[in-house]
């Protein structure tokens, strides 16, 4: 089987303006194949602390710009580079929070019950949400949440649990990529993300965000416990690209706009997915 992913992007109003775009990622069940635009004129360029290629277009004017990836079922596993830790305002974890991950895990019989534990714990501290201001914007480090419910998006929530499981000293990765819901029938809005830990060979992911969709706050690892299907496209958070003049960025994902002072600028995009069998791949 082969999953087939399209990315159409609405032209900016600045015909001038360039689009970053992440190339496809590995995974244990996935391996990206093939990667292509149309609509405009492509180049690579690197990033610097995890070194992602990403394409950079230069789009036709007037014209959509058409991204396709190809994945085929399997593949290799995650990247090593996704459990280096990148010391920026997006990974630092406040003293307080360093401290409570700390307990929180020398209270387990071992390892892998403590990588459990600091799940639950960051499970409890969130209310699936998209706020218009989220729980870190302002802050230099990922602060401690004491008491309460805080609202945030699979972003929010993966920021809060990679920082509790790195101060507890786990290796833990930040994945991106698009999620495709079973009732959606091959149609998403926007990208997500997860999280992957390695203890003692071990790999797990987790998706805290859909167990709070579906009111599951008793947090099991594995993918897609809201039914449907993903692919991955980037890793880890506080990118730079020297070349494009980016520093520090939170993320890539979706195609989004190089601004002229280093910025990234959501795109106006639609997103499809289809499966191929393996004689139609062929």
């Not at 032209?11 to 990667?35: I, S």
């Not at 993918?223 to 991955?232: E, F, H, Q, S, Y």
Request: aromatic residues 8%; hydrophobic residues 40%.
């Amino acid at each position: 089987m082969r999953t087939h992913v399209s990315v159409t992007v609405e032209p900016h109003e600045d015909t001038a303006r360039k689009l970053l775009v992440p190339v496809g990622l590995p995974t244990p069940h996935q391996m990206p194949v093939r990667f292509d635009v149309s609509g405009g004129t492509v180049s690579l360029t690197g990033e610097r602390t995890t070194g992602q290629m990403v394409a950079v277009v230069m789009p036709e004017p007037g014209r959509k710009v058409e991204v396709s990836y190809a994945y085929a079922d399997r593949g290799p596993g995650y990247p090593d580079q996704i459990f280096v830790p990148h010391r920026n305002r997006y990974t630092n974890a406040a003293h307080a929070l360093v401290e409570d991950a700390i307990r929180i895990s020398e209270a387990q019989p071992d390892g892998h019950a403590a990588i459990q534990a600091l799940v639950n714990a960051a499970a409890e501290k969130f209310r699936y949400a998209h706020p218009e201001v989220r729980f870190n914007d302002g802050c230099e480090e990922v602060p401690y949440l004491a008491c309460g419910l805080t609202e945030g998006s699979c972003v929010d929530i993966n920021t809060y649990l990679i920082a509790s499981l790195r101060s507890a000293g786990f290796e833990a990765g930040y994945i991106t990529g698009y999620f495709f819901p079973e009732e959606k029938n091959g149609c998403c809005d926007d990208a997500h993300c997860w999280v992957v830990t390695r203890h003692q060979g071990v790999v797990l992911e987790w998706d805290i965000a859909h167990h709070l969709k579906m009111d599951m706050r008793d947090v099991c690892c594995g993918l897609n416990p809201k039914p449907g299907d993903r692919v991955a496209v980037a890793h880890s958070m506080g990118l730079d690209f020297p070349e494009l003049g980016i520093s520090r960025t939170k993320l890539i994902s979706e195609p989004a706009w190089i601004m002229e002072d280093g910025r990234l600028e959501q795109a106006d995009i639609i997103i499809r997915r289809q499966i191929i069998g393996e004689a139609a791949a062929a």
